[in-house]
């Protein structure tokens, strides 16, 4: 079983869309939570970190639930500029990434 | 820019030739990393060095060799490299001493196709 888990997508939606991607992990010790964002042919950009309370970040908000073992990500009004591979990343003892969910934006 | 540079951007290799790729951050960060990505494949952890000293290698063939002569610089030297090694070849850095609760900040990486 994979450490973490992403569906790859790709996620087709509008601007102005909702959507929303989760990631489940499979260590119930993992200790941290981060989302990336890597743009095709860049390298991996922290997005934001995900704490137990939930946070929020403009159009961002991502939360952890450590019971079904999972973390999500919604962007709301979604952007063209917002096209982009997502990482879940998890923290054990080291970082484990996802292979990434590709989201597409269109006019 | 993240602070973490690497060179070359780009590099196309023969299976008998041997190069390195580097890797420096001007953060201040102690602990520095090397990762491969190979397509829709997730991010591999190949090395970590704390305070210059290696603290773990992810079972990398010895085709692949680290170096880190202080705590800013990272190479990656190659010999005898396979096909199969094309891939997108990532450095980065963190604060502290490699602790998974912290940020890792990504260099722009490597393009590698052996050949």
């Known amino acids: 079983r994979k450490e973490v888990e992403q569906d790859p997508g790709p996620f087709n939606v509008p601007e102005g869309a909702t959507v929303a991607f989760n990631c489940t992990y499979s260590n119930s010790a993992s200790q941290s939570f981060f989302w990336y964002r890597q743009d095709c042919r860049k390298e991996p950009k922290l997005l934001m970190s995900?704490?137990?309370s939930g946070n929020e970040d403009g159009r961002f908000t991502a939360q952890l639930n450590r019971a079904s073992q999972y973390i999500s990500l919604l962007i709301r009004d979604s952007k063209l500029s917002d096209s982009a591979t997502y990482l879940c990343?998890?923290?054990?003892?080291?970082?484990?990434f996802g292979s990434g969910t590709k989201l597409n934006v269109k006019p | 820019e993240t602070g973490v540079t690497q060179t070359p951007r780009h590099l196309v290799m023969g299976m008998t030739n041997k190069k390195s790729l580097k890797c420096e951050q001007h953060?201040?960060?102690?602990?520095m990393y090397w990762y491969k990505q190979s397509a829709k494949k997730p991010l591999e952890l190949m090395f970590v060095?704390?305070?210059?000293?290696?603290?773990e290698n992810n079972s990398v063939p010895s085709r692949f060799s680290p170096e880190c002569p202080n705590s800013s610089h990272l190479f990656l030297h190659l010999h005898t490299l396979q096909p199969e090694d094309s891939a997108l070849y990532l450095c980065a850095s963190s604060p502290k001493s490699g602790l998974a609760s912290e940020t890792q900040y990504f260099g722009p990486g490597t393009r590698l196709l052996v050949l």
């Open positions: 990343v998890v923290g054990f003892n080291k970082f484990y």
């Open positions: 995900v704490y137990s």
């Open positions: 060095y704390n305070f210059k000293e290696q603290t």
């Open positions: 953060l201040g960060h102690n602990a």
